[in-house]
């Protein structure tokens, strides 16, 4: 009980208060006029806030004659709520109603008024113009570019068209390339001519590699010989030097050429 007396308390002072505030509208302009809109505005969703809340707490009540009393008060709020509702409703539509008068004067006679109005018409028709121009001009300019571009696939088309059919030929030409190694390598396997043609030159090639085996080694055997016979040579020299110590130099020579001819 003490939920829906706290309700019925706070939405009686809000509609007071709204009332309030609609009755100092009428004697503000301007901005301050504006604000007490704003404020009564406000005054009004929290009145509609605790409406919701009151019936909530309206259900919660299981006496049926406390919650027909309830009801019934209920009722009037919403009514006084209402009429303050569109009292406010009509003192905006006034103020936004004088404000267009206050507007609308400008000290001109109607014939000005009519000129003014036929200029402004005039101004924002040439404005629609040059805009309904441009738009076209946009346009054109969008056409050519698509065509250009279209023009530019179907080449570019054409091109890859032209890389298929390329590749088609270079593939079937590797096809066949590839047929003609195979049957080519088929008839020299099978061809008997080939075949000892084959035998004989790596038959050469080790006769060769033989050769100069054997050659190598005989040129080897004949520089130890050329060798040997050098060394006796030195050896000999030697002894005759010894001999030769108290000699001519004459003698020397004859002998030395005697025994060079026996080694020989």
């Keep these: 009980m003490a939920d829906i007396e706290y ?4 939405l009686k002072e809000e509609i007071e208060d709204l009332s309030t505030v ?3 509208v009428v004697a503000q302009t301007g901005s301050k006029q504006k604000q007490k809109f704003d ?19 309206m259900r919660v009540i299981k006496n049926a004659t406390q919650r027909k009393m309830y009801e019934k008060q209920l009722k009037d709020h919403e009514t006084k709520l209402k009429a303050l509702a569109d009292h406010l409703k009509n003192l905006k ?5 004088d404000t267009l008068l206050e507007g609308a004067d400008t000290g001109r006679t109607p014939e000005q008024e009519g000129d003014a109005m036929m200029n402004e018409a005039r101004n924002t028709q040439d404005k629609t113009q040059t805009s309904l121009d441009r738009t076209k001009q946009l346009v054109a300019e969008s056409k050519d570019i698509g065509q250009n571009t279209l023009a530019t696939l179907e080449e570019q088309r054409a091109q890859i068209e032209r890389i298929d059919a390329h590749a088609d030929r270079t593939m079937e ?3 066949r390339a590839d047929l003609l190694i195979k049957n080519f390598s088929k008839r020299m396997a099978n ?34 010989s050329s060798i040997l016979s050098a060394t006796r040579l030195l050896s000999l020299r030697g002894s005759f030097d010894r001999e030769a110590s108290n000699a001519d130099v004459d003698e020397y020579y004859e002998k030395l050429l005697m025994m060079t001819t ?3």
């Design 7 to 10: 309700w019925e308390e706070t």
């Design 22 to 24: 609609l009755g100092l």
């Design 39 to 57: 404020e009564a505005d406000k005054k009004l969703r929290d009145a509609n806030g605790t409406k919701r809340s009151y019936k909530l707490e």
């Design 93 to 97: 539509s006034s103020a936004t109603k």
């Design 173 to 175: 030409n590797l096809g």
């Design 191 to 224: 061809d008997k001519f080939i075949q000892c043609c084959a035998c004989i030159n790596i038959s050469l090639f080790i006769g060769v590699i033989l050769f100069l085996i054997f050659k190598n080694r005989s040129d080897d055997d004949g520089d130890d």
């Design 262 to 264: 026996d080694v020989e």
